[in-house]
């Protein structure tokens, strides 16, 4: 997720769960002081009422029955008085000309000796009008105060974290084969500033450590090439003398060591050159007829192991692929799948679109597929071979920006090599 | 037949020449540039071996000194493994065939066979090895003037254990020789014991003489009576 996103997402998150306790808090507490002002304002006609009431022998001349809201008095026969109630209901407004809410203070006086049931009621409509206009002015306040916050955050985030987003980039592209590439800027935000010339100092002791053992792995790979080479010649040249069966042995033993050494120099000299970048040329390749004279170089492996090869080629590949990468990725492929098959099993090379499919018979790798791409891990049933093959193939498959997945599942090993859709 | 080799490897040179002095090639060594030019000046060789880092210079010179002499000396040129560049250079300005180091004796043995007969035009290209009649130059092989019909590699098998007659040759060098650069990619013994099976089949049922002989764990060798 993005931190935009997830800035955002909290700002939203926390601007509802506080409009919403807030709104419905302040709307209840509106409400109820609004209330409790117009009951007041009641009882104060009440009050007023009552005085009038005592006051004025004529109820003409009183004050509040002629101008008030609808005052209605009822003689009553009970002597006892009732006790004073507040109660809400729907009227028929003649004004408005519709039923509207009413609120209805009931209570009880006596007044020139008779027992009157008095009844004041008041509208409600201005009271709900208040409430609703000032809910209203909540929401909007609510609302562009959610966008405004929105808005700014972006700009906020966009202006603050900009050096972080720069240094972020600069970071991903950074490539130990070409490390000049990334120059890293400097920032005004002190936490940024740091965070740069940590990356930085980080950088350069990978550099370091890189170009120490790029320089190691070179020097030893070229320096034990002529040991190799001597012990090599030595050993043949041993073999041809008359030795005992023992001795023969022994020799042999030795020359088989020197060989497998050379070999795997080899295969850690071209890992080291992949990734010193030395196969940059790119040329097109038409994956089909690629394998198709791969696989009629290798047709004679095949038929010893008795394998029945099928091809069904769906679609044209051309890739843009450095020629070298593209035979030592084919090739190893391939020879995987003869190498690690049963006699008289099948291979099976499946290109549709921009993937290809090479599934082979075989037993069981005996570790995860995924440990066999790491240098020197071998199946356990595989007898002699370097162990590099795969991490050559990944290694490759990595640079070029292919991707691959290797699958085993009762008896059959699957690899499936996707490049890049143009 | 006349050989230059010029290593600056004392011992490496010194393998070189053993094991080419029992071919019956009368070999001479260099182990400088400066030694090597005026060695190619002085006397006429038919194959010259060369390897390319040499402490006073880069062996190549020594190829286009020789190809701007019009010589027609077959080249041979060696240089540490995998340097690509090297190899399309030594290639490109005339040097026959290259190796990387390291080499098995067996296989530089071959392939300066192979340059010798493809430079003798003249002379008879086919080798007569008792019954067994070997044509390098039209791939082809027969026994009591039967032809024998065998794969691309067994062929090659064949011609790699002729051209190393009486040698103990290690399987790992026949692999390298058949798969060349799949060979640590194959590397699977397996492979070859098949394809010396077919041939061997094949020789007897064509009425000639198996004479390969298996060095238990470690390779085989061509006997040559």
Redesign the interface.
Known sequence: MKLFTIASRLYILSIVAVFTIGGLLAYFIMKSIIDTEFNEKLIAEKEQLIYELHTYQDLKDTYYLNIGDRINLQEMTNQKGIKQSISDTIMYDPFERKQLPFRTLTFSDRFQNKNYKVTITKSLLPNQDLVRGISEIFLIMFGSLMISLLVLNRIISKKIWSPFFKLKDQVQAFNLSRPDMVVLEDSEVSEFQVLKEAVEAMMQQTLRDYQNLKEYTENTS?EI??P???I???T??L??EKLTKNQ??EV?KI??A??RL??L???L??LT?IENNQFIKQESIDVRQFIERKLN??Q??ID?RKIKVTTKFFSALVIMMNY?LAYLLI??LL??A??HNIKGGNINIVLRQNVLTVSNTGVDPGVSTNELFERFKRSSTG????GL?LAIVKRIVDFCKLDITYTYAVGKHSVILEFPSD | MNILIIEDEIDLQKSIVTYLKKEGYHCEVAANLEEALEKIWLYKYDCIIVDITLPDGSGLAVVEKLKSKKSKVGIIIVSARGELEDRIKGLEIGADDYLSKPFDLSELNARIKALLRRRNFDAQNEIVVGDLVVDPANRGASIKGKPVNLTRKEFDLLLYFISNPNRVVTKESIAEHLWGDDMDLVDSYDFIYSQLKNLRKKIFEGGGTDSIETIYGIGYKFIRG
């Open positions: 070229h090439q002529t190799l080479a001597i090599k010649n030595k043949e040249l073999l041809q023969m042995s042999g020359y088989e020197a060989t050379s070999k120099k080899e295969g000299a071209l050159k170089n290798l004679e492996l010893i070298d090739t190893n020879s995987n003869i190498k007898s002699d071979s370097t093959g």
